[in-house]
């Protein structure tokens, strides 16, 4: 069963639309809340929008965005003042019945091949750690991601911010 990874139709209240803000909404708190504006401002701010699919059904989507944006996220910001080559991961969510089948992994890579692409020199998230998310921090530590900072987000978070360098040492 392989996974398959696409850009995710841009027609605003399109299927994909509609997938992406009802996983979005099954992942919180893992993931911030967004609602149908907020994902076009974020969409039309972002580089590309993933989706993953099994056999024909969504299973999971990524959002990334380049340095650069317009994107008023605190944690972006804070990548933005600390490198200036990256691609952000805003936010990647898995369906539950999808987990263990390398969905994330899956989209992960095709972040890998898209900022090797582009030419940027790392990949770079943050994960929560108030509140928790320990699946998330195991994930991102198998997948070759390093802790930098622990900071204050919005709305009570507290986050670690992540970096995965693309060129070996």
Request: glycine share 6%.
């Amino acid at each position: 069963m392989a996974v398959a990874i696409r850009d995710a139709a841009p027609e605003r209240g399109g299927a994909d639309e509609e997938f992406i803000l009802a996983l979005n909404a099954a992942c919180v708190p893992a993931v911030a809340e967004m609602d149908a504006q907020d994902y076009c401002d974020i969409a039309g701010w972002a580089h590309r929008v993933l989706v993953a699919e099994i056999d024909g059904s969504r299973c999971g989507f990524l959002i990334l965005i380049r340095p650069g944006s317009a994107y008023p996220s605190d944690n972006y910001a804070w990548f933005e003042k600390t490198f200036d080559n990256h691609l952000y991961i805003d936010r990647i969510a898995v369906s539950d019945a999808a987990r263990g089948q390398g969905v994330g992994r899956a989209l992960y890579d095709e972040a890998v091949r898209i900022a090797a692409k582009n030419g940027d020199k790392r990949l770079t998230c943050e994960v929560n750690e108030k509140p928790p998310n320990p699946e998330s921090m195991a994930f991102h530590r198998r997948i070759g991601f390093r802790h930098l900072h622990t900071r204050p987000s919005r709305d009570d978070k507290i986050v670690a911010m992540l970096e995965h360098p693309l060129e070996k040492p």
